[in-house]
């Protein structure tokens, strides 16, 4: 399972953190899958930066500090922001072929693998918000707009940390657009 947010700062044993792992690269792969059905997008996985993509999240969940109680849940959108910039920015994926007149005026077309990343971090985070928060995740409707999804390749190709508020953005949060990798423990965004 993902990394218990009532944890203290202490790391966990490697053991527990290679489970983690496992889990969250079964997770993806998963998501390629169901990316690839609804799309028509075929992927190629490297493992071995997927793996190191997921070890350099976790390495950088662990460094942060923990969240106050009231604020957990808002930590878990800014936890899968971080999980996107990081897979961003390590490019696990690569596309093969993309289906036959694949329209690039849709967001899964234009951007095939920052989709998948997307993909997979709303739908880890919003798995997470139900379960462990019996709340509902309510993506915006920019998630379906290629304009934003313009912004968003070029804001993140300038600044890789913009993925952390445009992801609260796609999930129908508010951004912290100003220091979108620093989690305020106080109720500000």
């Known amino acids: 399972m993902p990394p218990d947010l009532e944890d203290s700062?202490?790391?966990?044993?490697?053991?527990?953190?290679?489970?983690?792992?496992?889990?969250?690269?079964s997770e993806f792969e998963k998501q390629?899958?169901?990316?690839?059905?609804?799309?028509?997008?075929?992927?190629?996985?490297?493992?071995?930066?997927?793996m190191s993509a997921m070890a350099d999240?976790?390495?950088?969940?662990l460094a942060?500090?923990?969240?106050?109680?009231?604020?957990?849940?808002?930590?878990?959108?800014?936890a899968?922001?971080?999980?996107?910039?990081t897979l961003i920015g390590k490019k696990p994926v690569r596309v093969v072929a993309a289906p036959e007149g694949a329209d690039d005026s849709k967001p899964e077309h234009f951007w095939p693998e920052g989709y998948l990343y997307v993909a997979y971090c709303i739908t880890i985070r919003g798995a997470i918000i139900e379960r462990d928060f019996h709340g509902t995740q309510r993506p915006s409707q920019m998630l379906g707009d290629v304009r934003t999804w313009w912004s968003f390749r070029e804001n993140v190709e300038e600044d890789p940390s913009s993925a952390i508020a445009f992801l609260d953005h796609?999930?129908?949060?508010?951004p912290n657009w100003t220091v979108p990798d620093l989690f305020r423990n106080d109720n500000s965004h």
């Open 57 to 61: 999240w976790l390495k950088t969940f």
């Open 64 to 78: 942060q500090e923990r969240p106050r109680p009231e604020r957990k849940q808002a930590f878990v959108g800014f």
């Open 32 to 50: 390629v899958a169901r990316t690839s059905a609804e799309t028509g997008t075929t992927y190629a996985v490297d493992r071995d930066a997927l």
């Open 80 to 85: 899968a922001g971080l999980m996107l910039r």
């Open 9 to 25: 700062n202490a790391a966990p044993p490697l053991r527990k953190s290679a489970q983690r792992l496992r889990w969250l690269v």
């Open 170 to 174: 796609f999930a129908g949060d508010e």
